[in-house]
């Protein structure tokens, strides 16, 4: 059963030997060998038993697919229509290069899902791609660890830099996202303390300006580092040489999708579906108003 926004993807993949097989994202299809059916429709319940596939649609709304998973939360292995997203990284990557280009010497993307938005930038820009930060990938998501001890923590455990390719060099490190901005500053330190003699950031979405209401653990308003800063006061709390993020439009039009299909609150504040005022009252700074970008 699919929410009747279809906030989430759910996809029906076929085994060889004819029974179906329902996952999140199609990237658990491949795993098993299983051949990717079609999404779930938003609102639609389907029932599988011995005579097949059963469908129903229970609750018809606007789609309304959380943009998020396309810039970060999906795996780049799984498709949204017809494309991988690793394709729909690639492309926001090239739109940041045009909308934000630097002069430096190396790109290098943020493991894991900054890397696709990084190869976009350096092919639109034509300097060089390098991996330059090694993950230890026996760590999980910085982002969605509970207390901020543990994301430091997280963080030191999990990015190590490599000083034979950033020595010396103007870096531009790509990066999905900046949430509360923990992450970010200690990179750049990390980067820094490698030998980079100057360190740009580009983001491949938009400020996170507000928390999720629809399954998504964000934190509250005020922890979010957007809600309270500006683009400029970002870049000097993490300590970068110059920072620029995606522009809303252009990780829309990346899409290649009439914009309305998509959620994008958590960079606008626009709710596409209500969310109960107790629920607001506990995330959102209603008293104050978020710093325009
Ligand atoms: S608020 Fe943000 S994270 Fe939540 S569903 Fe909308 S786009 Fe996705």
Same mark, same amino acid.
């Given at each position: 059963?699919?929410?009747?926004?279809?906030?989430?993807?759910?996809?029906?993949?076929?085994?060889?030997?004819?029974?179906?097989?329902?996952?999140?994202?199609?990237?658990?299809?491949?795993?098993?060998?299983?051949?990717?059916?079609?999404?779930?429709?938003? !609102?639609?319940?389907?029932?599988?038993?011995?005579?097949?596939?059963?469908?129903?649609?229970?609750?018809? %709304?606007?789609?309304?697919?959380?943009?998020?998973?396309?810039? &970060?939360?999906?795996?780049?292995?799984?498709?949204?229509?017809?494309?991988?997203?690793?394709? &729909?990284?690639?492309?926001?990557?090239?739109? /940041?290069?045009?909308?934000?280009?630097?002069?430096?010497?190396?790109?290098?993307?943020?493991?894991?899902?900054?890397?696709?938005?990084?190869?976009?930038?350096?092919?639109?820009?034509?300097?060089? &791609?390098?991996? !330059?930060?090694?993950?230890?990938?026996?760590?999980?998501?910085?982002?969605?660890?509970?207390?901020?001890?543990?994301?430091?923590?997280?963080?030191?455990?999990?990015?190590?830099?490599?000083?034979?390719? /950033?020595?010396?060099?103007?870096?531009?490190?790509?990066?999905?996202?900046?949430?509360?901005?923990?992450?970010?500053?200690?990179?750049?330190?990390?980067?820094?303390?490698?030998?980079?003699?100057?360190?740009?950031?580009?983001?491949?979405?938009?400020?996170?300006?507000?928390?999720?209401?629809?399954?998504?653990?964000?934190?509250?308003?005020?922890?979010?580092?957007?809600?309270? @800063?500006?683009?400029?006061?970002?870049?000097?709390?993490?300590?970068?040489?110059?920072?620029? &993020?995606?522009?809303?439009?252009?990780? /829309?039009?990346?899409?290649?999708?009439?914009?309305?299909?998509?959620?994008?609150?958590?960079?606008?504040?626009?709710?596409?579906?209500?969310?109960?005022?107790?629920?607001?009252?506990? @995330? /959102?700074?209603?008293?104050?108003? %978020?710093?325009?970008?």
């Amino acid at each position: 059963m699919r929410d009747p926004n279809g906030v989430r993807p759910l996809v029906i993949g076929q085994l060889d030997r004819g029974g179906y097989v329902l996952a999140s994202e199609s990237c658990g299809l491949d795993i098993i060998g299983a051949t990717y059916l079609r999404d779930v429709q938003p !609102g639609e319940i389907v029932r599988i038993d011995a005579e097949g596939l059963h469908s129903k649609i229970w609750q018809e %709304a606007k789609p309304k697919l959380c943009v998020f998973e396309m810039i &970060y939360f999906a795996r780049p292995d799984s498709r949204n229509d017809e494309e991988s997203l690793y394709s &729909y990284r690639i492309r926001i990557g090239q739109i /940041l290069a045009q909308e934000s280009p630097a002069d430096v010497d190396l790109i290098v993307g943020v493991p894991d899902s900054g890397i696709p938005a990084a190869i976009g930038f350096a092919r639109t820009s034509g300097i060089p &791609y390098a991996e !330059g930060l090694i993950k230890n990938r026996y760590v999980g998501r910085t982002f969605i660890q509970p207390t901020q001890s543990m994301r430091e923590a997280g963080i030191r455990m999990k990015l190590n830099p490599l000083k034979d390719v /950033l020595d010396g060099k103007r870096v531009l490190i790509v990066d999905d996202s900046i949430v509360r901005g923990t992450t970010s500053r200690k990179l750049v330190k990390a980067i820094r303390d490698a030998g980079a003699t100057e360190v740009h950031m580009r983001v491949s979405s938009p400020p996170v300006t507000h928390p999720c209401f629809y399954g998504i653990d964000t934190d509250t308003q005020d922890q979010l580092i957007a809600a309270t @800063k500006s683009v400029q006061e970002i870049g000097e709390q993490i300590g970068v040489d110059s920072l620029a &993020y995606l522009s809303w439009k252009g990780m /829309l039009d990346a899409t290649n999708r009439n914009p309305d299909h998509f959620c994008s609150a958590c960079f606008t504040g626009d709710y596409p579906i209500e969310v109960p005022e107790m629920l607001k009252r506990s @995330k /959102l700074m209603l008293e104050q108003t %978020a710093k325009s970008q």
